[in-house]
Nanobody, 126 residues
């Protein structure tokens, strides 16, 4: 019920925009999270955004200033704009939906998200 797309191969310093579409009328959610998992590492929160309050956004320290979360004009569509990409950003990126209105201290906790997309691979390499 969540579909992430937009990954690909990009050179260091380049940009990508990931999309997340939430489908299914029965899906009740309040927060969208973006997570990533690099080979051999745990899945980590990258960014979160409130479904209803566009000003409520959060970023991990590793991407703050480079990544931007947003909601699309179409309902149930969300984006993660990634600029100035670095090789360490290489990972599978997932979008996830939470029933809860998450806050600064909880948005990056995987346990808060009940719904997950299948992931899209981002590779940053020259």
């Amino acid at each position: 019920q969540l579909q992430a797309s937009g990954g690909g191969l990009v050179q260091p310093g380049g940009s990508l925009r990931l999309s997340c579409v939430v489908s299914g009328t029965s899906l009740d959610y309040s927060t969208i999270g973006w997570f990533r998992q690099a080979p051999g590492k745990e899945r980590e929160g990258v960014s979160g955004v409130s479904r209803s309050y566009s000003s409520r956004k959060w970023y991990s320290s590793s991407v703050k200033g480079r990544f931007t979360s947003s909601r699309g004009n179409a309902e149930h569509t969300f984006f993660l704009q990634m600029n100035n990409l670095k090789p360490e950003d290489t990972a599978i990126y997932y979008c996830a939906a939470s029933r809860y209105n998450l806050i600064t201290s909880t948005w990056s906790q995987r346990s808060q998200y009940a719904y997950w997309g299948q992931g899209t691979l981002v590779t940053v390499s020259s």
